[in-house]
Nanobody
Framework: QLQLVDSGGGLVQPGESLRLSCTAS????????VGWFRQVPGKEREGIGS????????NYADSVRGRFTISRDNANNRVYLQMDSLKPEDTAHYYC????????????????????WGQGTQVTVSS
């Protein structure tokens, strides 16, 4: 059974960067597409981007395109979310998810949703 652990969140100032990691165990992550989602209290969880299993294609939500980059290291069972030029509106709990589902949906509950989820990591952008 694939298990995912999110890490790397923290408190940063606007304009700074963070890199989140999604580390898999129990199964090889290399056969799964991986997506990143975020959620703020009282709002739906939204997809912000995903990467295919081989790492040859990625897509991004308009809100993060050009600032966030998803990459993966299949040899070490990890996927990364590099977040640059962070804004206060990027403050959220961030989750990785995995399945055979590229590209991942922007909204959940409207079709096929990813089966495997990390526990999430909090990112706070504030001065």
């Amino acid at each position: 059974q694939l298990q995912l652990v999110d890490s790397g969140g923290g408190l940063v100032q606007p304009g700074e960067s963070l890199r989140l990691s999604c580390t898999a165990s129990g199964s090889s992550l290399s056969s799964y597409d991986v997506g990143w989602f975020r959620q703020v209290p009282g709002k739906e969880r939204e997809g912000i981007g995903s990467i295919n299993s081989r790492g040859t294609s990625a897509n991004y939500a308009d809100s993060v395109r050009g600032r966030f980059t998803i990459s993966r290291d299949n040899a070490n069972n990890r996927v990364y979310l590099q977040m640059d030029s962070l804004k206060p509106e990027d403050t959220a709990h961030y989750y990785c998810a995995a399945d055979h589902l590229f590209p991942f949906p922007r909204r959940l509950g409207r079709g096929a949703d990813p089966r495997y989820w990390g526990q999430g990591t909090q990112v706070t952008v504030s001065s």
